[in-house]
Antibody, heavy 118, light 111 residues
Framework: QVQLVESGGGLVKPGGSLRLSCAASGFTFSDYYMSWIRQAPGKGLEWVSY?????????YYADSVKGRFTISRDNAKNSLYLQMNSLTAEDTAVYYC??????????WGQGTLVTVSS | NFMLTQPHSVSESPGKTVTISCTRS????????VQWYQQRPGSAPSAVIY?????PSGVPDRFSGSIDSSSNSASLTISGLKTEDEADYYCQSYDSNNQGVFGGGTKLTVL
């Protein structure tokens, strides 16, 4: 069965960096676009970034993270990543990785919590 | 870019029918498919409707979706409400760059 497992979240100081990982299994990872979606505490869902299938040559970012976050993938390791730099309190959220199936996020991980605080 | 606006909350009694709206701020609602997600407390979201009106496998037919070009909105209708339907519901579409756009979410209370 399809599984997505995020890791790498934690407490980081403002201005710091963090790298999130998402381990995928149960499907041909390279065939799918993948996305990161976040949810601030008590708030709604916010799309963060996506990466195209196969070589991952196409990436897009929400304006709120552009220039600070970088999405990447390693198909050999069935893994998705999100490098987050220059973090601020507004980046505090649960970060979900999701399989992007023709604009439907059909499978989600359980999420990993990122807390930015001094 | 456009926004998707949902009511903050709705409530209805068990066995009744409820409809949650999702209004697109600019551009046609019919331009891009709309999806709906259910999120129970402490859990990740899961899709209940995709491509405007399609149900993923395992989603009961009490859930249905539609779009209305005259009001430029999408709707999620849940009939025969059960207490287990109490959750947050989010509509989602995407823009011309295939970037996801989520509505603000609607808290459904079944009382």
């Amino acid at each position: 069965q399809v599984q997505l497992v995020e890791s790498g979240g934690g407490l980081v100081k403002p201005g710091g960096s963090l790298r999130l990982s998402c381990a995928a299994s149960g499907f041909t990872f390279s065939d799918y676009y993948m996305s990161w979606i976040r949810q601030a505490p008590g708030k709604g869902l916010e799309w963060v970034s996506y990466i195209s299938s196969y070589s991952g040559g196409t990436t897009y970012y929400a304006d709120s993270v552009k220039g600070r976050f970088t999405i990447s993938r390693d198909n050999a390791k069935n893994s998705l990543y999100l490098q987050m730099n220059s973090l601020t309190a507004e980046d505090t959220a649960v970060y979900y990785c999701a399989r992007d199936s023709a604009f439907l996020y059909d499978y989600w991980g359980q999420g990993t919590l990122v807390t930015v605080s001094s | 870019n456009f926004m998707l606006t949902q009511p903050h909350s709705v409530s209805e009694s068990p066995g009744k029918t409820v409809t949650i709206s999702c209004t697109r701020s600019s551009g046609s609602i019919a331009s891009n498919y709309v999806q709906w997600y259910q999120q129970r407390p402490g859990s990740a979201p899961s899709a209940v409707i995709y491509e405007d009106n399609q149900r993923p496998s395992g989603v009961p037919d009490r859930f249905s979706g539609s779009i209305d070009s005259s009001s430029n909105s999408a709707s999620l209708t849940i009939s025969g409400l059960k207490t287990e339907d109490e959750a947050d519901y989010y509509c989602q579409s995407y823009d011309s760059n295939n970037q996801g756009v989520f509505g603000g979410g609607t808290k459904l209370t079944v009382l």
